[in-house]
């Protein structure tokens, strides 16, 4: 059974950074796609980035373009989240997502990941 544990999380103020990780139970290789998003109290979960595990190609929401770079290490089955310049409105739970389906673009939608970490918090103060 997969299984994506997400690290990283914390408090920090408006203008900071955090580095989240989500490391996999199994070779992150043998992913297609792996993503993040995030949830806000009250709202739906919502899109950050995903990339292609080869490397070859990455999608940004356009809130977070330029701020957040997503990045792997394959050696240590790990994904990561490095987000700069945050923002109150940033505050969410940040969620690691994988899938296996070879589609033809990086899904944006939480039904295009089977596989989900439990999320860690991320709290941005003004």
């Known amino acids: 059974q997969v299984e994506l544990v997400e690290s990283g999380g914390g408090l920090v103020q408006a203008g900071g950074s955090l580095r989240l990780s989500c490391a996999a139970s199994?070779?992150?290789?043998?992913?297609?796609?792996m993503a993040w998003f995030r949830q806000a109290p009250g709202k739906e979960r919502v899109f950050v980035v995903g990339m292609r595990w080869s490397g070859t190609s990455t999608g940004y929401a356009d809130s977070v373009r330029g701020r957040f770079t997503i990045s792997r290490d394959n050696a240590k089955n790990t994904v990561f989240l490095q987000m700069n310049s945050l923002k109150p409105e940033d505050t969410a739970v940040y969620y690691c997502?994988?899938?296996?389906?070879?589609?033809?673009?990086?899904?944006?939608?939480?039904?295009?990941?089977?596989?989900w970490g439990q999320g860690t918090q991320v709290t941005v103060s003004s």
């Open positions: 997502a994988a899938t296996r389906s070879r589609s033809s673009g990086i899904p944006r939608i939480t039904r295009g990941y089977p596989y």
């Open positions: 199994e070779r992150t290789s043998e992913f297609y796609y």
